[in-house]
């Protein structure tokens, strides 16, 4: 949903179903495929100036003219490297906007504080209507990420650098808070190069909340949901929606106070 824009209130309802297949211990397929029930995005006529290449700005298109979307479709194969780096690549339909491949490593040893990542990716913009077809716009995108426990409240800092989808350059701060119940909330900020070209709102910035699916199902599950807010959607800062991360993948290298009850 969207309010506050010159096209007033907007809002979607959409079914998604999920699948999962493992070709082996180290791979999957994975995709997500989703069908409008009901919308007002025939009211959304308004888009944003950009002078920097549209990869977000034209959401709406995206979202008025789906039905059935193939929002994600891809394989996925991760490595243990060594006793503390992992590697992961992937490649497919990787979002609802964007197709292509990418890889990341991560150096994490078990029950530290501290974890480091890197991750690239060859992209290439989908058609609006998120079926098979491809847009002329591609690009590299990527970033290295220093991860931090801090240890203040179960707060979680994150530093990323690296190349944004409008190929523009800069870096993301990112701190988030676990609470016991497994919910994560946390804020976001990315400041880049762009400047004067971003537009109306400066930077990009946002908040959003995750919450594990055990929550809502009586059988245990290491899926989540995950609903986030911005105030502004704009082009510049604007980072792949990648289905997967290693520092995830690898949640259980941290112990954390796990052990704090029995002393």
Do not use: C
């Amino acid at each position: 949903q969207s309010y506050g824009g010159p096209d007033g209130y907007l809002y979607q309802v959409l079914a998604k179903l999920g699948a999962q297949f493992r070709t082996d211990e180290h791979g999957w397929f994975s995709g997500s495929l989703g069908y409008t029930l009901f919308d007002n995005l025939d009211n959304a006529d308004y888009i944003a100036p950009s002078d920097l290449p549209r990869v977000r700005t034209f959401v709406t298109r995206y979202l008025d003219e789906t039905e059935v979307g193939i929002y994600n479709l891809q394989y996925t194969r991760t490595a243990r490297l060594s006793d503390n780096w992992f590697g992961m690549a992937y490649g497919g339909y990787l979002e609802q906007m964007y197709a292509g491949a990418g890889g990341e490593v991560l150096y994490r040893p078990f029950n530290s504080d501290i974890a480091f990542g890197f991750n690239a990716n060859w992209v290439r913009q989908r058609e609006f209507d998120t079926q098979f077809g491809l847009r002329d716009y591609s690009t590299w995108t990527g970033h290295a990420t220093a991860y931090v426990d801090t240890g203040i409240k179960d707060v979680l800092a994150q530093l990323s650098v690296g190349r944004y989808l409008a190929k523009d350059i800069g870096a993301t701060l990112d701190f988030s808070r676990l609470f016991d119940n497994g919910v994560r909330l946390g804020a976001y900020a990315t400041f880049t190069d762009a400047g004067d070209a971003y537009g109306e709102g400066s930077f990009d910035k946002g908040i959003y909340l995750s919450m594990p699916l055990d929550l809502f199902f009586t059988e245990s599950s290491s899926q989540r949901a995950g609903i986030a807010w911005r105030p502004l959607t704009r082009d510049g800062g604007a980072r792949l929606s990648r289905r997967y991360s290693l520092y995830g993948l690898t949640s259980l290298r941290n112990l954390g106070n796990y052990w704090e009850d029995f002393q």
